[in-house]
């Protein structure tokens, strides 16, 4: 932090005062379109960029008012982390995810697993909409579906505390010291999944998409691969996550 901009901070945080606070705003103000730009890339079209940037803004001054200059940690990152669990929260809290949608996730669900089960093996895209019953153009249409609603189910904060420079899901899964909601053993189970069971280039989607915020356009131009292509790649790693998570859960509460 530049010497001009901390003593900017230090004024602020003894007087706390209101216009003080406005020029923080003010210049971290890119912050809240930069995010904003990341999150509706993932959306559909239905969703309207202006409503994301008042609801990140919200996050913005919730961010400065908060900030702990003293503890060494970068605004920028605290920043972004903030807004952008504004947002997903205002999202989550709209249910902006269709019925339908979640009806069609949860039949390919089914669908999925009962194939797994039968070939033994992961069935492909084909084998899925044969399943289905539909084509492979309304099958592409479903994985964008599912991949537009895992923003809300893999992107969730769970500290807000400035330290912890980001805290979604997708990165308890890989972290082998969190803590996880159903108990350690599942962790490790997901830990191994993740880690063993995907290959590099599915782990590194699932890492550029969740924890690196790169668009699935972005995605395919660093491995060389259609957007469609990659979409449903990781339309395929949900629905194998999904049904890894539901098995191990199911082996807890046996053993219980």
């Given at each position: 932090?530049?010497?001009?901009?901390?003593?900017?901070w230090?004024?602020?945080?003894?007087?706390?005062?209101?216009?003080?606070?406005?020029?923080?705003?003010?210049?971290?103000?890119?912050?809240?379109?930069?995010?904003?730009?990341r999150?509706?890339?993932?959306?559909?079209?239905?969703i309207?960029?202006?409503?994301?940037?008042?609801?990140?803004?919200?996050?913005?001054?919730?961010?400065?008012?908060?900030?702990?200059?003293?503890?060494?940690?970068k605004?920028?990152?605290y920043?972004?982390?903030?807004?952008?669990?504004?947002?997903?929260?205002?999202?989550?809290?709209?249910?902006?995810?269709?019925?339908l949608v979640?009806?069609?996730?949860?039949?390919?669900?089914?669908?999925?697993?009962?194939?797994?089960?039968?070939?033994?093996?992961?069935?492909?895209?084909?084998?899925?909409?044969?399943?289905?019953?539909?084509?492979?153009?309304?099958?592409?249409?479903?994985?964008?579906?599912?991949?537009?609603?895992?923003?809300?189910?893999?992107?969730?904060?769970?500290?807000?505390?400035?330290?912890?420079?980001?805290s979604s899901?997708?990165?308890?899964v890989?972290?082998?010291?969190?803590?996880?909601?159903?108990?350690?053993?599942?962790?490790?189970?997901?830990?191994?999944?993740v880690?063993?069971?995907?290959?590099k280039?599915?782990?590194?989607?699932?890492l550029?998409?969740?924890?690196?915020?790169?668009?699935?356009?972005?995605?395919?131009a660093?491995?060389?691969?259609?957007?469609?292509?990659?979409?449903?790649?990781?339309?395929?790693?949900?629905?194998?996550?999904?049904?890894e998570?539901?098995k191990?859960?199911?082996?807890?509460?046996?053993?219980?």
């Amino acid at each position: 932090m530049e010497p001009e901009e901390k003593q900017l901070w230090l004024k602020y945080k003894k007087t706390m005062n209101e216009e003080l606070r406005n020029t923080l705003v003010e210049k971290y103000l890119p912050m809240v379109k930069y995010v904003a730009d990341r999150i509706i890339a993932k959306l559909p079209k239905t969703i309207v960029k202006d409503d994301l940037m008042s609801v990140g803004i919200d996050g913005l001054i919730d961010a400065v008012e908060k900030f702990d200059v003293n503890r060494g940690v970068k605004f920028q990152t605290y920043c972004i982390n903030r807004i952008r669990g504004s947002i997903l929260d205002e999202l989550r809290s709209l249910d902006w995810v269709p019925r339908l949608v979640r009806t069609r996730t949860h039949q390919l669900e089914k669908v999925y697993a009962k194939l797994e089960t039968k070939l033994g093996r992961i069935p492909s895209d084909g084998e899925l909409a044969d399943e289905l019953g539909i084509s492979l153009e309304e099958y592409s249409e479903l994985v964008k579906e599912i991949n537009t609603q895992s923003i809300l189910s893999l992107n969730r904060n769970y500290s807000d505390d400035p330290e912890n420079e980001e805290s979604s899901s997708a990165e308890l899964v890989e972290d082998k010291k969190a803590p996880a909601p159903a108990g350690e053993l599942q962790a490790r189970e997901l830990v191994e999944f993740v880690t063993q069971k995907l290959s590099k280039k599915e782990r590194l989607i699932m890492l550029l998409y969740y924890c690196e915020d790169l668009t699935m356009k972005e995605i395919g131009a660093i491995l060389e691969l259609s957007e469609s292509r990659v979409s449903q790649i990781h339309a395929r790693l949900l629905l194998k996550l999904r049904s890894e998570w539901k098995k191990s859960t199911k082996t807890i509460l046996e053993n219980c």
